[in-house]
């Protein structure tokens, strides 16, 4: 009828009895973000930081970015192309998580890292290169784009911009 009547709709009232029993039904358990963890007796599910849980992750690259010894994780996303019934997701602008090396994680400042994705970012590639690792960012309707990772010589963290 109208827009009000479809928001405020059931499922009951969209779709007969039948329809809804010959669909196919999931479950889902767990929503958080998390991460498998080879312990070498199986694996571990692990809960990446709240920090990441606003926006999807649809990237992930692990290396060592603050040249500390110990596995960080860059992850980014974003999902601009919902349905229409849902918003989208938009919260994501990259982060830098540093590893302490037994599977733990902080987020790096925005402020020392200068990350920020802020497109429909739908995949992360590293590239080494001659000079260096270049991670490849993949932006859904708009161009890709480089970061370089800091080194030791130009500052700590994460990434600048490559034209």
Known sequence: EDYNSFASATLEDIYTPEDLEASLHYQARHFASSYLENTGNGFEMRNLPNEVQLSSINGIISMDFDQDGNLDLLVAGNMFGSE????????????????????????????????????????????????????????????????????????????????
């Open 84 to 163: 229409i019934e849902t918003t989208r997701n938009d919260a994501s602008y990259g982060q830098l998580l540093l590893g302490d090396g037994e599977g733990g994680f902080t987020v790096a400042p925005r402020a020392e890292t200068g990350l920020f994705l802020n497109g429909d970012v739908k995949d992360l590639a590293r590239v080494d290169t001659n000079n260096g690792p270049l991670i490849i960012v993949a932006n859904n309707n708009a161009p890709m784009s480089a970061l370089r990772p800091r080194s030791e010589e130009r500052e700590r963290v994460v990434a600048v911009s490559i034209p």
